[in-house]
């Protein structure tokens, strides 16, 4: 390992949750950070807590940011992307809206980070609400294949995957970090004269529409 990645500040992992409200958030990271599940929590702003994890024998020390994910917060959005090293985006697979404000914060961190070779997990939440299910897990998984990026059905309420989840996001940021240092600052990872071009807003879902003409239909990124 180079001495450029065996520094502390390489052993820091800035990772931040986004997603609608409700969507689990906090939820999940109480439930990872403290080993508690919290009913009720008041909608967040901003909260950050830290935790050292040792994964694949490396010893990681983790900050992690909670977001707003009320509508009056989205402004400082931007600040949160530009700041993480990784991304959770979150959804809850009972809620479709949840679903499409992924898509939108997905737009936006290639927008604010210029890229599309940003770690991120995609997490649908509340998986121990299967009766109530609104997001189908192969719209999901179709949703991650186009993102290229893992995701995890998680519980909050039961820890399930909850791990599992933040150990493959850091997994993530370190194979980042490899690869940016094993190119010359001159080839420089992002567009030069790629063109990021993000499609129309998401439109609204049908009921005649095949599963993967919805994911479709709710707009990508798309590299030109």
């Known amino acids: 390992m180079s001495s450029y990645l065996s520094t502390p500040k390489f052993k820091e992992y800035k990772i931040t949750l986004l997603g609608i409200g409700g969507a689990g958030k906090s939820a999940i990271t109480i439930q990872f950070i403290r080993s508690q599940f919290v009913e009720e929590y008041d909608p967040t702003i901003e909260d950050s807590y830290n ?67 940003v770690p991120i997990v995609l997490v649908g939440n509340k998986c121990d609400l299967e009766e109530q299910r609104r997001v189908t897990k192969y719209q999901a998984e179709l949703m991650a294949k186009n993102w290229n990026c893992p995701i995890f059905e998680t519980s909050a309420k039961f820890r399930i995957n909850i791990d599992e989840a933040f ?3 850091c997994r993530l940021i370190r194979r980042d970090r490899h690869n940016s240092a094993s190119v010359p600052s001159s080839a420089d990872r992002s567009f030069h004269s790629e063109k990021l071009i993000i499609t129309n807003e998401p439109r609204p879902l049908v009921d ?10 709710l707009g990508c990124c798309i590299i030109m």
Request: with cysteine; charged share 30%.
């Open 51 to 117: 935790k050292q994890c040792v994964i694949d024998q490396e010893v990681c020390d983790l900050e992690i940011l909670d977001t707003a994910g009320q509508e009056e917060y989205n402004a400082m959005r931007d600040q949160y992307i530009r700041s993480g090293h990784g991304f959770i985006i979150v959804y809850s697979i009972d809620q479709l809206d949840s679903f499409k404000e992924a898509i939108s914060i997905y737009q936006r961190i290639c927008i604010v980070k210029e890229s599309r070779k």
């Open 208 to 217: 005649n529409t095949s599963e993967e003409e919805e994911v479709n239909l």
């Open 167 to 169: 150990h493959e996001l």
